[in-house]
């Protein structure tokens, strides 16, 4: 038998790719995108994410993705995308879009939108839940709601850590996160929220940022 290292496969776009629930540097097998090791959760479906923002980057990602990448049309005053992240290549299965401006009450808030199918425990990561999907907390009057292309899209508050808000819900046939910072930027959702799906249009103003601090899932 003859055990041969692995060229490094990293693509020029992405960089190292981390465990969607936490966070952290994954183990990708060489030949095997799909699936990666994470030293706490096991195998697991590795997050990618760009190092710099930028439409082509945006329209790399979403062209053969599965779930769509939402965005707010129009942006809040002052707002822009400071990241994107995604699971599963080719085609994402879990696409994360990252905000970041001025908070409603002052002070600076981030936003981060996530679409999954289930099972992909994206959401969870930033919603410090130890599940991959958002269980039981669907149940009941929904709290708040978004307008998801066109369509109404209930959204549920979630148990969450005290330095953010978390909201799930449906739209297309997989989960909607919205997970922001700090806890009062739900202040957002006061006044109802549009959002497009970059899959469909990504308009050539869509304003763009420094990469935001809670990019990535488990910070
Ligand atoms: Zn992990």
């Known amino acids: 038998m003859t ?14 790719p981390v465990c969607p629930r936490c966070g952290e540097p994954l183990v990708v097998r060489h030949g095997s995108a799909a699936h990666a090791w994470c030293h706490l959760h096991g195998a697991v479906t590795p997050l990618h994410h760009t190092a710099l923002v930028a439409h ?20 809040p005053s ?14 994402a299965r879990a696409i994360v879009v ?4 001025p908070a409603p009450l002052g002070g600076a ?16 990561g930033y919603a410090g839940l130890p599940g991959l999907d ?13 307008e998801a292309a066109g369509q109404h899209a209930p959204l549920w508050a979630v148990p969450t850590r005290e ?23 739900a202040w957002l959702l006061v006044e109802p929220l549009r959002l497009l799906d970059l899959r469909e249009r990504i308009y050539p103003d869509l304003p763009l940022g420094p990469v935001g601090e809670h990019l990535l899932p488990g910070r």
């Open 56 to 75: 082509d980057a945006i329209a790399a990602v979403t062209a053969d993705a599965r779930v769509p990448a939402w965005v707010p049309d129009p942006m």
């Open 3 to 16: 055990i041969r290292a692995a060229p490094e496969t990293v693509s020029p776009m992405s960089a190292s």
């Open 163 to 185: 330095d953010r808000a978390a909201f799930v819900g449906e739209a297309y046939g997989v989960w909607l996160w919205l997970v922001m910072w700090p806890m009062n930027a």
């Open 78 to 91: 002052g707002w822009a995308v400071t990241g994107l992240a995604w699971g599963g290549e080719p085609g």
């Open 134 to 146: 958002p269980g039981d907390v669907i149940s009941g009057p929904s709290s708040v709601g978004v």
């Open 98 to 101: 990252d905000c970041a401006g």
């Open 109 to 124: 808030a981030e936003l981060v939108l996530v679409a999954e199918e289930p099972g992909t425990g994206v959401g969870c």
